[in-house]
């Protein structure tokens, strides 16, 4: 009878202290659909943010429009991304990053996806990616860091 009382007292100090413990804040769903990212060190924020997903392929497009709705900048990813997950982006592992600005489109070497969240309401993530744009005339690198999206599923 005492070995019961002693066992029933235990549970009843590990349930207190499981009920006292703090609780990991989850992670809370996003307000609105956005895309930013810091481009050649200047911050930049998109217009119009899409995303598609269809089977286990996932095509993110995000755009700066000018003022009359064209587009400025856009950035957009595509690939197997099924989960959340680490996954290289570029030519080398054959997931697609695009970038063109004012018509020109960037030649993406590498870069990272990062998928945080895809849950049934919210697909969000940060991404970076390096390469070139321009002509042999006008050439120069495009480095884009601190890339973050948070989308909704349609």
Known sequence: MMRIS????LASILVALVACA??????????EESCTATINGTEWKANVVDLIIL???LFLNAQELDNAGFPVRVISIQGPFAKPGTYGI???NGNQVGYIENNN??????????ITRMGEKWVEGT???????????????ITVTNGRFAVKRR
């Open 6 to 9: 002693k066992i029933a007292t």
């Open 22 to 31: 703090p609780k990991e804040e989850a992670n809370p769903e996003p307000t």
């Open 55 to 57: 089977d286990n392929d």
């Open 90 to 92: 570029g030519a080398v």
């Open 105 to 114: 489109i960037a030649d993406i070497s590498r870069g990272a996806l990062v």
């Open 127 to 141: 991404f970076n990616f390096e390469g070139s744009i321009g002509t042999a005339n006008n050439y120069r690198r």
